[in-house]
């Protein structure tokens, strides 16, 4: 079926009824702000939900319509919305100023957490983002190499810096900056590195893939990757800023990493913005100012009280027990998702791992991540999912946070089961 024949549908006329006020405000925030948002990952045709509140697993919309939250600001919020203890941190400290541009003790209190969290954190900086922690970490590791290339996995995204950014939007390598391999290849990799080694300061790596479409990694691909850097010299980065979520010492611990540093952001800082660089002591060290020669780092808000009072909270809750039982969930979901799929006869690919996973319909014509404007099969089931309750991220990835419940996912299942119905019977 065509782009243009997927278009003014019955499930488009019923997202524009029930939307018709963010609508509204998406025309209005379109004439001061680009494109009426600050950020494309959100975007999709003909427009985005605009949302009021949260509260648990819930979103509610400006016209007051509710959802089941399977995104979570871009799994930045890990323990649902309005979490109380998160809200007693932040609230408790805000009459002691928002940001007093020192070290607090709610700042130690939150790096020794992480330090005994986090395999090789023996010591940390913090940043205000995942895009940041993704910059000084680049830096640090040219700077104690003395080396200028990147290595990173084609389509991953690793934040807003530019270096970081080869192998998407339509870049391929950048010469003398960042050059790109094929995830879940360990000999493309192994080609980049015979060739350029002795020049790659760094070898970047996202466990899982979440960029447009949810990739899981080969079994031996990260660890295989990881022993190719250390044997050429290269420091080996693991970015954990989506997949601390998937065991208590994060990515490492779950697939027996031993990264040299790592990449922290998203729900690190409890929904506020914080992101942090973690690693050993003899690389990290480069940052330490009572040393001559040292790297220079600033941000007027790196290691805010009220981010780290937050983070704490969020990190601590993620016990053992609270990230499997989102596991247990997720699991649940995407089995109903593809058995209803398969009797559907939509050709879709059901993939993920932990508590985050991505359908995509493999007779989409673009990728969203490619053409944030294309209104493709994907887009039809994401209205079709928000007529029926439940938000997710354009191009189908998804991820669960601790305040899903089994009345919510029941919700989730039986409201995306529908949506494909309504897919199926438009498509076919």
Excluded at 37 to 63: A, I, M, Q
Excluded at 235 to 245: A, G, N, P, Y
Excluded at 349 to 362: M, Q, R
Aim: charged share 20%; net charge negative; glycine share 12%.
């Amino acid at each position: 079926m065509s782009n243009a024949r997927l278009k003014d549908t019955a499930i488009e006329r019923e997202y524009r009824a029930r939307t018709a006020k963010s609508a509204e405000l998406m025309e209005r925030a379109a004439r001061s702000i680009t494109g009426g948002n600050t950020r494309t990952t959100v975007f999709h045709p003909p427009y985005p939900v605009v949302f009021e509140r949260g509260s648990g697993p819930w979103l509610w919309d400006v016209d007051g319509n509710r959802y089941l939250d399977l995104f979570y600001n871009g799994l930045s919020i890990i323990h649902g919305h309005d979490y109380p203890p998160i809200r007693e941190a932040i609230t408790s400290r805000l009459s002691d100023g928002m940001a007093l541009g020192n070290i607090s003790d709610e700042l130690v209190s939150f790096a020794e957490l992480l330090q005994a969290r986090l395999p090789n954190a023996e010591l940390l900086r913090f940043t205000n983002s995942g895009s940041e922690a993704g910059m000084i970490a680049v830096r640090v590791a040219r700077a104690v190499t003395g080396r200028p290339l990147i290595l990173k996995a084609e389509r991953a995204y690793h934040g807003s810096y530019s270096d970081l950014e080869a192998g998407l939007y339509g870049f391929r390598d950048m010469p003398g900056r960042a050059l790109i391999a094929e995830f879940n290849n360990v000999a493309s990799f192994e080609k980049v590195l015979a060739e350029h080694g002795r020049d790659i300061a760094a070898v970047v790596l996202e466990p899982i893939m979440f960029t447009g479409r949810v990739i899981p990694p080969e079994p031996g691909f990260l660890t295989g990757v990881q022993a190719l850097a250390k044997k050429h010299g290269a420091v080996f980065i693991l970015d954990d800023c989506l997949m601390f979520r998937l065991a208590e010492g994060g990515s490492a611990e779950r697939f027996g990493l031993d990264p040299d540093l790592i990449m922290l952001g998203k729900f690190l800082g409890g929904g506020t913005p914080m992101g942090a660089v973690a690693g050993r002591a003899e690389i990290m060290s480069i940052l330490d100012p009572r040393k001559g020669g040292s790297v220079f780092h600033g941000g007027s808000f790196n290691g805010n009280r009220i981010g780290a009072a937050a983070g704490r909270v969020a990190v601590a809750d993620l016990t053992a027990g609270a990230i499997a039982a989102m596991d247990g969930r997720a699991i649940q979901l995407r089995q109903a998702l593809k058995a209803k799929a398969d009797a559907l006869g939509l050709p879709v690919a059901v993939t993920g791992a932990g508590s985050v996973l991505g359908i995509a319909f493999l007779n989409d014509p673009a990728r969203h991540e490619d053409d944030p404007s294309a209104f493709g099969v994907s887009v039809l089931f994401q209205l079709a999912c928000l007529n029926r309750g439940v938000s997710f991220a354009p191009g189908g990835v998804m991820a669960l946070a601790t305040m899903v419940d089994d009345a919510a996912l029941a919700h989730g299942v039986s409201a995306m089961e529908a949506a494909l119905e309504a897919v199926a019977e438009l498509t076919g």
